[in-house]
């Protein structure tokens, strides 16, 4: 099984887009088997085999791919970028305390914080909109590498606080 796992691996690889695809497809049908797998794919130096790993593990929507998804908001390519934060809204409420970690770590990253936007903007359940608000507000304000992190801190303890309910 896992040589076929490799081979649609490397079909991401090809130059036809319709063997790249139909490769993803399988991938995705293969589930939880495939996300190891793509997620070394996503630091390929290869965008498309990067674009292809991340719109896989977005259909996937494994947590396992947390911490990954989270650091490929930082590549280099938009469209690998915006698929990467697609994917964390797909795997839901799991992706929010590693992505508020990631920005009290690291609030002084751009692109992390346009991907970390992105996600919780997308965010539709009410109960979290309202926990990631003062979030939001310091993403968008005028000093967001310093008052990111306090404002993380705190929807971290009111997401920690309501997932312990």
């Not at 390519?77 to 305390?97: D, S, T």
């Not at 965010?123 to 968008?140: C, G, K, Q, S, Y």
């Not at 009111?158 to 997932?163: A, F, P, Q």
């Amino acid at each position: 099984m896992n040589d076929n796992i490799d081979s649609l691996i490397a079909d991401l690889n090809c130059d036809d887009a319709m063997r790249c695809q139909h490769a993803r497809r399988a991938l995705v049908a293969m589930g939880e088997r495939a996300v190891g797998p793509l997620t070394e794919a996503l630091f390929s130096r290869k965008y498309w085999v990067r674009w292809e790993a991340a719109k896989a593990l977005g259909q996937i929507g494994s947590p396992t791919a947390i911490q990954s998804l989270i650091k490929v908001l930082e590549d280099d390519a938009p469209a690998v970028r915006w698929l990467a934060a697609e994917g964390l809204i797909a795997i839901g409420q799991e992706a929010l305390e590693p992505l508020l970690m990631a920005l009290i770590e690291h609030a002084d990253s751009l692109l992390l914080r346009e991907g970390a936007h992105h996600v919780f903007y997308d965010t539709h359940r009410a109960d979290l909109h309202e926990i990631l608000r003062p979030v939001m507000r310091e993403l968008e304000g005028s000093e967001p590498s310093v008052e990111v992190p306090l404002a993380a801190k705190k929807s971290l303890t009111e997401l920690k606080r309501i997932s312990n309910r």
